[in-house]
């Protein structure tokens, strides 16, 4: 089984200084075009045999640009939804030093922001979505996943069985593309990040 898993491209809330999390901000018109190449070079080399995306607008704008190159199902899984910010959501970066700053050690990662989730609560949902998806599609070949930067370095970890607690995280680029494959049992990283497709277009 194969898992192809892909950032959404840019969206409005990157060029506005705001945190976004669970803030549902469309694509920006590079953002689509970005996509759109993505969706180009994944029919071509690895077109996926279903589709599942977040729920938020940015995941699933690149999600049905992904589906109209593949023709393949597309379905909704709220689990791969971004790290749940709470109040931070949609708030400027500025703003939320001054009203919620970090405490000088830093949050527990067992503590949420208010309205939030906890560092703990978003690793164990990355960690039951990958188990579930091992289950639920394991008659699929390869299973495409769109979703947001934060998660998908909560979904590599879980797929490479990474503490709670490990330091290590996983940077994707807009529309970058990951393919991890379980093969007898075996976890085997086939590429991170890769942007291949984004040649020769302007971020």
Known sequence: ?????????????????VHEGRADFALTKLGELQANNMAA???EHLPPDIILTST????????????????????????????????LAGLSKEVARVKYPLPPAGRP???????GESELEFRFRAEKIFHRILLDYKSYNR??????????????????????????????GDTGIHLLEIKENVRIIRFLNKLQHLKGTID
């Not at 999600?63 to 379905?75: D, P, R, S, Y």
């Not at 947001?148 to 940077?171: C, D, M, R, T, V």
């Open 1 to 17: 089984m194969e898992l192809l898993i892909i950032r959404h491209g840019q969206s409005e809330a990157d060029l506005l200084g």
């Open 56 to 87: 938020l607008i940015r995941a699933k704008s690149t999600a049905e640009i992904l589906q109209k190159f593949v023709g393949c199902n597309l379905l909704i899984e709220p689990e791969l939804m971004e790290f749940n910010n709470g109040v």
């Open 143 to 172: 299973v495409a996943i769109v979703s947001h930067g934060g998660f998908i370095s909560q979904f590599i970890k879980a797929f490479l069985k990474q503490p709670n607690s490990s330091e290590y995280g996983f940077a994707t």
């Open 109 to 115: 990662i067992h503590i949420p922001i208010e309205q």
């Open 41 to 43: 070079y994944v029919a």
